[in-house]
């Protein structure tokens, strides 16, 4: 038995990490988690649950991470476009070949906060690098791989980005990427918009205005359709 990737993707502010939370909680409470264990024979301390990001999955990751959000380079040397996309490929190639494939291999569930929507979204709609390319280097770390569903948390962008700077308000600094333009963070939608357009089977568009509880309801409610029909046999109902 395979496992599932599901991804969760939206712009700055849109909540991805609280449903991601909510999201891991559930599929414990409903038994989800529990009924895939048993089903791969594993032991009760290994959970077939893996709660993972991108940027920032693995230790080098961690490292790419800090470099690519730092704000303190902005002003003197800007990242060049072209660097900030390779980052995030590295970031991924290493992600995917030490986290995402052994742990999909062993049958688990992996949550994934970003994947390669992101990088169609940020660096090509967003800084307007080329398609093409992106989708090329997006094939080369990923080695073909692909999201099973992915969630896109759907908000405005000045919604978003007014939720980020609450946050400078409880004295938490925001990133690189947050302190980019308002017209930057437009284009990013756009580009999410036009990704779940191109594929309506995988992305599921959210409505994250809505309060925290509905969107966590919504959530739920797809992902326990999607994960009856991936696995008919450990339906609580059958
Ligand atoms: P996060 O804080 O939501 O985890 O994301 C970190 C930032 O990295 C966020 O601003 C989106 C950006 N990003 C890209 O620009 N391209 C990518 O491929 C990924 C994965 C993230």
């Known amino acids: 038995m395979g496992g599932k990737l599901v991804v969760f993707e939206g712009g700055e502010g849109a909540g991805k990490t609280t449903q991601i939370s909510q999201v891991q909680a559930w599929l414990r409470d409903s038994g989800w988690v529990h009924r895939i264990q048993t089903a791969l024979a594993l032991p009760a301390s290994e959970e077939p649950l893996c709660l993972t990001r991108e940027p920032g999955g693995t230790d080098l990751g961690q490292r790419l991470r800090a470099l690519l959000l730092d704000g303190s380079l902005t002003t003197a040397a800007p990242m060049q476009a072209q660097t900030e996309l390779l980052l995030y490929a590295a970031d991924r190639s290493q992600h995917v070949t030490q986290v995402l494939k052994p742990k999909l291999q062993s ?51 000045e919604v978003g980005l007014n939720r980020v700077h609450q946050r400078l308000l409880a004295n938490t600094s925001v990133d690189r990427m947050e302190a980019d333009t308002l017209e930057f963070h437009r284009r990013v939608q756009s580009g999410f918009t036009a990704l779940a357009r ?23 409610t797809v992902l326990e359709e999607r994960l009856k029909a991936w696995y008919p046999q450990l339906s609580p109902t059958s």
């Open 107 to 157: 049958g688990y569930l992996v949550l994934c906060d970003r994947f390669t929507d992101s990088t169609v979204a940020y660096q090509g709609y967003g800084r307007g690098l080329d398609l093409n390319l992106i989708d090329q280097l997006n094939q080369i770390a990923t080695a073909g791989l692909e999201s099973d569903l992915t969630f896109w948390l759907d908000l405005e962008a």
């Open 198 to 220: 191109q594929y309506p089977q995988r992305i599921v568009r959210v409505e994250a205005q809505a309060s925290e509880v509905e969107v966590t309801q919504v959530i739920q």
